[in-house]
Nanobody
Framework: QVQLVESGGGLVQPGGSLRLACTTS????????MGWFRQAPGKEREFVAA????????YYAESVKGRFPISRDNAKNTVYLQMNSLKPEDTAVYYC?????????????????WGQGTQVTVSS
């Protein structure tokens, strides 16, 4: 069982930055590809970014490409989502998820483990 915990959310002004972190108190994340997803009120959950287990491959939604780099530190058992140039439309609950295989698409298939989410609100 992989129990994921997100942190780092909060309230930030447009143009600001936040760094989300995802870690686990259970099994190591080293053998999993990881993804970040988000869900805004009244909308479906959408893909944000993904990273392979080694960190050598990444994939991004067009809406965040160039603004939200994803990274991981396997020694710390943590995956990060650095969110820059935040916009009000980035407001959502952000979830991390673990997959046994890296996916270079927005499909949620294979993401069998999910965290509880962390709220990100972008507002002036």
């Amino acid at each position: 069982q992989v129990q994921l915990v997100e942190s780092g959310g909060g309230l930030v002004q447009p143009g600001g930055s936040l760094r989300l972190a995802c870690t686990t108190s259970g099994r190591t994340l080293r053998s999993y590809a990881m993804g970040w997803f988000r869900q805004a009120p009244g909308k479906e959950r959408e893909f944000v970014a993904a990273i392979s287990w080694s960190g050598d491959r990444t994939y991004y939604a067009e809406s965040v490409k160039g603004r939200f780099p994803i990274s991981r530190d396997n020694a710390k058992n943590t995956v990060y989502l650095q969110m820059n140039s935040l916009k009000p439309e980035d407001t959502a609950v952000y979830y991390c998820a673990a997959n046994t295989q890296f996916r270079s698409d927005s499909n949620t298939r294979g993401y069998n483990y999910w965290g509880q989410g962390t709220q990100v609100t972008v507002s002036s």
